[in-house]
C-alpha cells in the first residue's frame, strides 16, 4: 500500500474560552494611615504594605518639631530598641499572618516637650485566584488560558484573625475590585469577593486589583495581578477505533498516513467553553489546501488512496 503525506488543517468559525485556576497568593500587611495629626508628627512606612515577616522601615517627620536634635525611643511590642539623637528611623521585622505589631516612638525635644507616638501594624494575607471560562480537553493538564472575549473570574482569599485567632469570615470584609485602575463600584462591596469579566479582545493584558478592608479593625490589604490574553488555537489527535483519542502524542501539521482508514479529532483549545457545549462551532477543513467539508464535527476520517 503506498503511502501518502497529507497536510490537514482546519478552520474554526468561533473562538473564545474555559475552566482552570491559576493561585497566587500574597502575605499582606495593613498600610499604615496616620489618624493622629494633633502630635504634630508623621509616621511613613516602608514598604508601604509589608507582608508577614518583612523587613519594615519607619520614618518620622514633623513640621513643628526639630527631631534632628530631639532624643527619640523606640519601642517594639513594650520592648526598648532604640534610643538616640535624630533617631527618625526604626527598623524592624514584621511578625506572622494574623499577629500585630506595636511601635512606639518618644520625641523629647530640646525645649523639654515629650510627644509619644504610637503605630500599630497588623499582618494578614491574600491569595488571588482565576480561572477562565476557556476549553480543554478532559485529560489536558495544563491550564486554559484566558482568549479574547472570555469570560475570566477572580477570587480573593483573605486570612484575617480576630482577636481569638479565629478566621474572619469573607461575608465580613468589604472588597474593593479595580481593573487596569479603575474601580469597579458595582462589582465592590461587603463580602463580594469574586469579580467575574470579559477580556477585551484589544487587550492582551489586564490588570485585577483588590482593596479588602475589615471593617472591626480599619485593617486593609491590597494587591493586584496581571492576566493575559491568549488566542485559541487547534490541536489534531489521532482517534483510535478501540482505544479512542490518543491524547498522549499531538499530530503535527503534515501527517502521514499509514492505513487504509485514519480518524483525527480536532480540539479547539481555549475557545469559548459554552459556545462547544451548545454545539455552536463550525468546522471547515480541507486537505491538500482542498476543501472537503464543513459543519459541527470535530472529527474526520481520511482515506488513504490506492
Not at 38 to 51: D, M, Q, Y
Not at 85 to 99: C, D, I, L, S, Y
Not at 276 to 290: A, M, P, T
Amino acid at each position: 500500500m503506498n503511502q501518502q503525506r497529507s497536510s490537514i488543517r482546519k478552520i474554526a468559525l468561533w473562538c473564545a474560552f474555559s475552566i482552570f485556576f491559576c493561585s497566587i497568593g500574597f502575605n499582606l500587611a495593613e498600610a499604615y494611615s496616620d489618624p493622629d495629626k494633633t502630635s504634630g508628627i508623621t509616621a511613613v512606612t516602608s514598604p508601604t504594605n509589608p507582608k508577614a515577616l518583612d523587613q519594615v522601615k519607619i520614618t518620622l517627620t514633623s513640621k513643628l518639631y526639630y527631631l534632628d536634635v530631639s532624643t527619640i525611643s523606640w519601642t517594639l511590642n513594650g520592648e526598648l530598641k532604640q534610643r538616640d539623637v535624630g533617631a527618625k528611623t526604626f527598623t524592624f521585622n514584621m511578625g506572622p499572618t494574623g499577629n500585630k505589631t506595636h511601635i512606639e516612638a518618644v520625641i523629647e525635644t530640646q525645649d523639654g516637650a515629650t510627644i509619644e507616638k504610637k503605630i500599630s501594624l497588623e499582618a494578614g494575607d491574600v491569595s488571588l485566584v482565576w480561572q477562565a471560562d476557556t476549553y480543554t480537553p478532559p485529560t489536558y493538564l495544563g491550564k486554559a488560558l484566558a482568549s479574547p472575549k472570555s469570560k475570566t473570574t477572580v477570587m480573593a482569599f483573605a486570612n484575617f484573625l480576630d482577636a481569638a485567632g479565629n478566621q474572619i469570615p469573607s461575608k465580613d470584609l468589604v472588597y474593593t475590585w479595580k481593573q487596569n485602575g479603575n474601580v469597579l463600584p458595582n462589582a465592590s462591596g461587603l463580602g463580594r469577593q469574586s469579580l467575574s469579566y470579559v477580556t477585551n479582545p484589544y487587550n492582551l493584558k489586564t490588570i485585577i486589583g483588590i482593596e479588602i478592608k475589615n471593617p472591626k479593625t480599619n485593617t486593609v490589604i491590597d494587591r493586584e495581578i496581571t492576566i493575559e490574553t491568549k488566542q485559541p488555537r487547534i490541536v489534531f489527535y489521532e482517534e483510535r477505533p478501540l482505544s479512542g483519542t490518543d491524547y498522549s502524542r499531538a499530530v503535527k501539521d503534515i501527517f502521514e498516513v499509514t492505513s487504509p482508514m485514519v480518524s483525527l479529532r480536532a480540539e479547539p483549545f481555549f475557545f469559548n467553553q459554552t459556545d462547544i457545549s451548545r454545539d455552536l462551532l463550525s468546522y471547515s477543513w480541507s486537505v491538500d489546501n482542498n476543501a472537503i467539508g464543513s459543519g459541527n464535527n470535530n472529527v474526520i476520517n481520511l482515506q488513504a488512496p490506492e
